[in-house]
């Protein structure tokens, strides 16, 4: 199996991507457009999460980011902007866990999710959740924690995690042969869209994910019978060291 069968002349068409973070700026050239908005806040006095659908703005630039990452190599996707992180790129897990839940039941094929919780009372509700994206065929895409702790959803095996490596081609990843981190992507001194349609430099897991994110949108969007499970399997097939592990 080759990176040519995986994604070779694909463009992520017909590929719902949903991106559940600060919000995503559909007017940044990185961007060009999103397909659905909606928004999900923590109300303190009815504790309870309100859901707004419609355009928003991105508090921080991480989603933007995000979306400009996933964009470079899946240009002809849908992207979904889910907005639940705040201007200090903060939220609560009871919202992130409303917002997944939302994403599954619309039918994202795929959700990029450069967040995580490593609150051990949200375990078990990311749990039931992976789980049920995985047999809905939507395929999580998942970065892991920037320092050694618990990372939910990132650690289930129903879903794909990432970490960085300092590599520089968005087409390359490595699988790692020693999980629960699956797979490395670049995210090491890159250049992502932020604010005001400008562009900043910085490392981190966060943008390795979305790297992973736009290849399994274009692979998707060429086999589009794929499970997650599939799309997995591909993934470690392709991987620049895949044969070390074989």
Request: aromatic fraction near 8%.
């Amino acid at each position: 199996m080759t990176k040519e069968w995986a994604w070779g002349g694909a463009t992520g068409a017909g590929v719902d991507v949903a991106v559940i973070d600060s919000g995503v700026d559909p007017a940044h050239p990185a961007v060009g457009s999103v397909h659905r908005a909606v928004a999900l806040a923590w109300d303190r006095e009815a504790e309870e999460v309100v859901f707004d659908d419609g355009p928003h703005a991105d508090l921080y630039g991480h989603g933007t980011a995000c979306a400009g990452i996933i964009r470079k190599a899946a240009p002809d996707c849908r992207i979904w902007s889910i907005r639940v992180l705040g201007e200090r790129l903060t939220g609560k897990g009871v919202v992130f866990g409303h917002a997944l839940d939302w994403a599954i039941e619309q039918g994202a094929r795929v959700v990029n999710l450069s967040l995580s919780t490593g609150r051990e009372e949200y375990f078990g509700m990311f749990h039931e959740l992976a789980d049920r994206a995985f047999f809905a065929g939507t395929v999580l895409v998942c970065a892991v924690n920037n320092v050694p702790a618990p990372t939910y959803p990132g650690e289930f095996a129903s879903v794909i995690s990432v970490a960085a490596h300092d590599g520089k081609d968005p087409f390359s990843i490595d699988c790692n042969p020693k999980p629960p981190v699956e797979f490395g992507a670049p995210g090491v001194d890159v250049e992502v869209p932020w604010l005001n349609g400008g562009t900043i430099t910085s490392t981190g897991n966060s943008f390795a994910a979305p790297h992973v994110t736009g290849l399994v949108a274009r692979m998707l969007s060429k086999h589009p019978h794929l499970t997650p499970y599939d799309v997995k399997t591909v993934l470690r097939a392709v991987a620049d060291n895949a044969i070390q592990h074989e």
